[in-house]
């Protein structure tokens, strides 16, 4: 009779093999994708505008280094990690009838922000993921969501995608996916806006598991999101950047406090109230959406820095699920 030793770790290896083998079929490529890294990555133009890109048209003096060395230190990790594309949910695209997704291979124009022109007319040229788009998209389908890909090839991709993704990867060398923000808050209410967020963040993952890739993903926004109603003479003059007021950071402190003790489920069962009560740009669903993606994590979030941006609270933080990689950052 042949015994074979089999040590406590192999074996716990073999049981992991053999339940990856029986989670069924896993689509064309047989195997499984997965989510590397996690971002809450908030999308003021001022930041680019502060960085001075060559594809920005306006220059600055600076301005808002706090976030932007945050974000600098977070796009170094992001080059340490193997990955394939970046799949970002954005408030700036709100879509009224269901949830759009970017369709084409390349989208190529001026991004200007509305609000902000001095600030921001940014000249892109962005590659698209398209079959993991469309794989979200039909995953979303599948789960009951209205969804659309955007295939107007003169569709032009808003500023909060285009600030997000700059900042964390300067060189633009990986294909992006865009998701859109249905406006569940405007005609329900915020608690709609969560279970939507919640049901479309399953569904993504679902795509990324029965993909072969790894995948990046970002919920593009602020968090208490009270602004000055007026604009400095000069927008990057730090003298006149401060918080919106205490409860309005209060609220922040709490979050980003729960953040770093790994309390996710907690925060998105306060979500509706933080969002009603701080004005939040949680309101598009983004950081529900990716909360739900990753499974509402119980470990500890990177924090890289916060920061008002016009009295709006923005803080620059990553959930990494791999524990041999995550860090203590601040
Ligand atoms: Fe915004």
Request: aromatic share 10%; with cysteine; net charge negative.
């Amino acid at each position: 009779m042949l015994s074979i030793y089999v040590s406590s770790t192999i074996e716990s290896e073999i049981v992991i093999n053999l339940t990856m083998m029986n989670r069924g079929p896993l689509g064309k490529h047989d195997s499984m994708g997965e989510i590397v890294l996690g971002t809450l990555a908030p999308h003021p133009p001022h930041l680019v505008y502060a960085d001075n890109p060559e594809q920005n048209e306006p220059h600055s003096e600076g301005g808002w280094e706090t976030l932007r060395w945050g974000y600098q230190r977070l796009a170094r990790k992001l080059k340490n990690i193997d990955y394939d594309a970046i799949v970002i949910f954005t408030p700036h695209w709100q879509t009224y009838i269901g949830t759009h997704f970017l369709g084409l291979p390349n989208f190529k124009s001026k991004s200007v922000d509305p609000i902000f022109p001095n600030l921001f007319r940014y000249n892109y040229d962005l590659e698209v993921d398209v079959e993991l788009a469309t794989s979200m998209r039909d995953s979303a389908a599948e789960a009951g969501i209205i969804t659309k890909m955007m295939e107007n090839p003169d569709f032009r991709v808003d500023y909060g995608t285009i600030t997000s993704c700059h900042l964390l990867n300067p060189e633009w060398d990986k294909p992006i996916v865009t998701i859109s923000s249905n406006r569940n808050r405007h005609y329900y209410s915020v608690e709609v806006m969560n279970e939507q967020a919640i049901a479309l963040g399953k569904a993504c993952f679902k795509a990324i598991e029965e993909s072969d890739k790894k995948v990046v993903l970002v919920a593009s926004h602020s968090l208490s999101h009270r602004h000055f109603v007026e604009e400095a003479p000069l927008p990057e003059d730090m003298s006149r950047e401060h918080i919106y007021n205490h409860s309005q950071y209060v609220w922040d402190m709490k979050i980003i406090e729960l953040m770093r003790q790994g309390k996710m489920q907690e925060v998105i069962d306060l979500m509706p109230e933080f969002t009603e009560q701080t004005m939040a740009e949680t309101e598009g669903g983004g950081l529900t959406w990716l909360m739900a993606a990753m499974g509402y994590p119980d470990y500890p979030a990177e924090i890289y820095g916060y920061q008002s941006v016009i009295g709006t609270g923005n803080v620059v933080a990553a959930w990494d699920p791999n524990e041999s990689t995550r860090e203590l950052v601040l």
